[in-house]
């Protein structure tokens, strides 16, 4: 049994496919197979049943994959210590990001980041915050990007930057006329919503949905923000928006549909976190260094009283 044997099986356990696994692993597909036929034959089992498709684990290959990633994660400590020891910021870093930060917040500093740390090669996954802290608890992602707390033992936060919301809402709409709006005017029967996994989605609806209206139907729920927002310009009703997505609106006309919050104004935490197996502190010190510096200094420091954190679900 090798090291490279384990990490054939993840892949494919990942990927539920041979060939995708190979690529990934820059092997080919037969070498991949191979060397996964001959563990299977050391070890007197089968860990993937390969009638299906996608391909499955066995019960004990289940056991196995779950065994294999711990095996490989320590494995990887060992050259964590030499880079740690070196204050090394070098080697592979895959990040998961959720889609209402993704693309508002990841040019703001990626290419810095790769420009001072060249010796780093980095791979960014657009995730939903779910599937982040799956991964992440797999070892299958090094650290993510999202909104916090998550009431997770599993993972670590470093909490970044906080991030007002703001209303983005239909000229037609009767909150249009207002200069502010406050928590209790929302409604779920007019808020135009993401589609069930984002959290951000989790965060309107703890503002709005005690204020429900029995008789709304959520007509359309989209799975980013830029759509929501042209449903709201093409029909009645509101979306909210973190601040940076609402600052990204180059339009005039646009930026008026925008309404602040009267005081404590909703706001989210956002965070980078990693699993605890994760130890290479000089590439976590580099990254929040470069995102703090990238991001507008009014969001790195809140007033307190001014705005108020909106809670997130426990992802375990």
């Not at 289940?62 to 400590?77: D, G, N, S, W």
């Not at 135009?192 to 984002?198: P, V």
């Not at 709005?208 to 029995?214: E, H, K, L, T, V």
Request: aromatic content about 6%; hydrophobic content about 40%; overall charge neutral.
């Amino acid at each position: 049994m090798t090291l490279t044997q384990l990490s054939y099986v993840v892949a494919v356990a990942q990927y539920r496919n041979f060939g995708a696994a190979a690529e990934a692993s820059r092997v080919t597909q037969p070498t991949l197979s191979m060397q996964i036929q001959k563990l299977e034959e050391e070890l007197g089992i089968v860990i993937f049943d390969r009638s299906q498709q996608p391909i499955r684990l066995t019960a004990v290959g289940e056991q196995l994959v779950a065994q294999a990633r711990v095996v490989l994660a320590e494995a990887q400590k060992i050259t964590d210590l030499t880079t740690q020891e070196q204050n090394d910021v070098s080697g592979q870093i895959s990040i998961g990001v959720i889609p209402t930060l993704s693309p508002y917040v990841l040019p703001l500093f990626i290419q810095n980041f790769i420009a001072r740390n060249p010796k780093v090669k980095v791979t960014v996954e657009e995730l939903q915050t779910q599937q982040i802290v799956e991964r992440l608890k797999n070892d299958q992602l090094d650290v993510g990007l999202l909104v916090t707390p998550l009431h997770n033992p599993a993972v670590i936060e470093h909490p970044l930057f906080y991030e007002p919301f703001v209303l983005y809402v239909s000229p037609r709409h009767a909150l249009a006329q207002e200069k502010k709006v406050r928590e209790k005017d929302l409604t779920s029967k007019d808020v135009w919503l993401l589609t069930e996994g984002h959290c951000f989605r989790d965060q309107v609806l703890n503002l709005c949905g005690q204020r429900s209206n029995a008789t709304g139907k959520l007509r359309f729920e989209s799975g980013n923000l830029e759509t929501l927002k042209k449903m709201v310009d093409q029909s009645e009703g509101y979306t909210l928006l973190p601040l940076l997505a609402a600052r990204d609106i180059e339009d005039t006309s646009k930026r008026k549909q925008l309404k602040e919050f009267t005081p404590p104004i909703p706001t989210r935490e956002v965070s980078l976190v990693h699993n605890k197996l994760y130890k290479k502190r000089a590439t976590i010190d580099a990254l929040i260094s470069e995102i703090r510096e990238a991001i507008p200094a009014d969001l790195l420091k809140l007033k307190n009283g001014r705005y108020h954190r909106v809670d997130m679900p426990s992802f375990e």
